[in-house]
C-alpha cells in the first residue's frame, strides 16, 4: 500500500523559510514523478514543484520559481520542498504526490494528505 506523510508545515513570516518532508512508503519505482501541490479554499490546486526522477529537470511556475526547490533522498525515500522568501499568497495546503513514469508521461499519482503553510505579513 502506497503511503505519503507530509511534515514540516506550520507558521512563519513573509520572508522566512520553511522546509516540507514527504516521507513515502510503498513506492519503489526508479522512474517515477514527484511533485508538490498546493491549495486554498475555492481555487484549483496548483503544482509548484514536479519532477521526473531518471534525468528530468524540476518544473516551477512562475509563482515560485526561484524560492521554491525540490530535492530527494533515494535512500530515505523521502522529497522536501525547500521554500525560502515566502510570501503571504504562499499560504495553503501543501500536499506531496509520487506518480509512475512510463511512455513519457507521469501515469498513476498517489497524494499524501497535506500539511498546511501559513505566511503572515
Known amino acids: 500500500q502506497v503511503q505519503l506523510v507530509e511534515s514540516g508545515g506550520g507558521s512563519v513570516q513573509a520572508g522566512g523559510s520553511l522546509r516540507l518532508s514527504c516521507a513515502v512508503f510503498?513506492?519503489?519505482?526508479?522512474?517515477?514523478?514527484m511533485g508538490w501541490y498546493r491549495q486554498v479554499p475555492r481555487k484549483e490546486r496548483e503544482g509548484v514543484a514536479v519532477?521526473?526522477?531518471?534525468?528530468?529537470?524540476?518544473v516551477y511556475p512562475d509563482s515560485v520559481k526561484g524560492r521554491f526547490t525540490i530535492s530527494q533522498d533515494s535512500a530515505k525515500n523521502t522529497i522536501y520542498l525547500q521554500m525560502d522568501s515566502l510570501k503571504p499568497e504562499d499560504t495553503a495546503t501543501y500536499s506531496c504526490?509520487?506518480?509512475?513514469?512510463?511512455?513519457?508521461?507521469?501515469?498513476?499519482?498517489?497524494w499524501g494528505q497535506g500539511t498546511q503553510v501559513t505566511v503572515s505579513s
Open positions: 519532477v521526473q526522477t531518471r534525468g528530468g529537470t524540476p
Open positions: 510503498g513506492f519503489y519505482y526508479s522512474s517515477r514523478c
Open positions: 504526490a509520487a506518480a509512475t513514469y512510463s511512455y513519457g508521461a507521469c501515469q498513476i499519482w498517489y
